[in-house]
């Protein structure tokens, strides 16, 4: 059996939201398509008794979540969709919401040659277009999927937590991770397995459960570059 050829190259992944952008992307995204057409707006307020119960809950939140996906998708081409997030990536990527300290590293990497990874929740086809619109274009987008549907979008198992070192193996990166990047306790799997991490603007409760479980083995990295500490 032939495997990967190993690349000598230092590996960086990089989170997204939170780390090199502001927020939450997608769900933004969702929202600014369910402003599109009032109806979508009277869908998910006549299912607010559903939705509120699940989302409040921990295991059942993906399920609401993907509810509310189906609502702001349903009767919009795949093609269009693509051009929607498309035009609301070029606004997600503008100078206000970019984590400069972030987003220089990544550049730094790049310039020294490093490979550079962007592993990511939020889904393609918007998580590629704003790393595209961050000037990050030679990286590579690790990011969760969607599969169109009569009913609209279907989310598949997002790109997060242990899924997201899985799926990074799963395309063929198999050298060890040298740096990663991540302003979550979510990503306690790509930190664990990373030689260097950087938390970025953690909270306290984040970087409490990251203490735990890593001790002082991370660098925390603050949007102001003069504030970098480790603790």
């Known amino acids: ?32 398509l369910l402003r599109r057409a009032h109806w979508r707006l009277v869908a998910v307020a006549l299912c607010l008794p559903i939705i509120g119960p699940m989302y409040a809950v921990p ?13 702001a998708t349903i009767g919009l081409p795949a093609a269009r969709f693509e051009e929607l997030a498309h035009d609301f990536a070029a606004v997600r990527a503008v100078e206000g919401n970019r984590i400069t ?9 790049l310039a020294a040659g490093d490979r550079v990874v962007i592993a990511t929740s939020c889904a393609d086809p918007l998580a590629g277009a704003i790393c595209r619109e961050l000037g990050l274009a030679p990286v590579q987008v690790i990011a969760s999927c969607l599969a169109p549907s009569r009913t609209g979008m279907r989310a598949l ?9 899985a799926r990074i193996r799963a395309a063929g990166i198999t050298d060890p991770i040298t740096h990663a990047y991540s302003d979550s306790s979510v990503d306690l799997p790509l930190l664990t397995e990373a030689t260097h991490r ?24 603050r949007d102001d570059p003069g504030s970098a500490d480790r603790p």
């Open 59 to 71: 295991a059942t939140r993906r399920h609401a979540l993907a509810l509310v996906l189906r609502l």
């Open 157 to 165: 198992p997002a790109c997060r937590g242990p899924r997201k070192v």
């Open 1 to 32: 059996m032939s495997h990967p050829p190993t690349d000598p190259r230092p590996l960086a992944v990089f989170d997204l939201d939170g780390t090199l952008v502001r927020g939450d992307s997608f769900g933004h995204f969702t929202r600014v």
């Open 198 to 221: 950087y938390l970025i603007d953690p909270t306290p409760s984040h970087l409490t459960r990251i203490h735990t479980r890593l001790g002082p083995t991370y660098q925390v990295l």
């Open 101 to 109: 300290i972030t987003l220089a590293r990544a550049r730094a990497h």
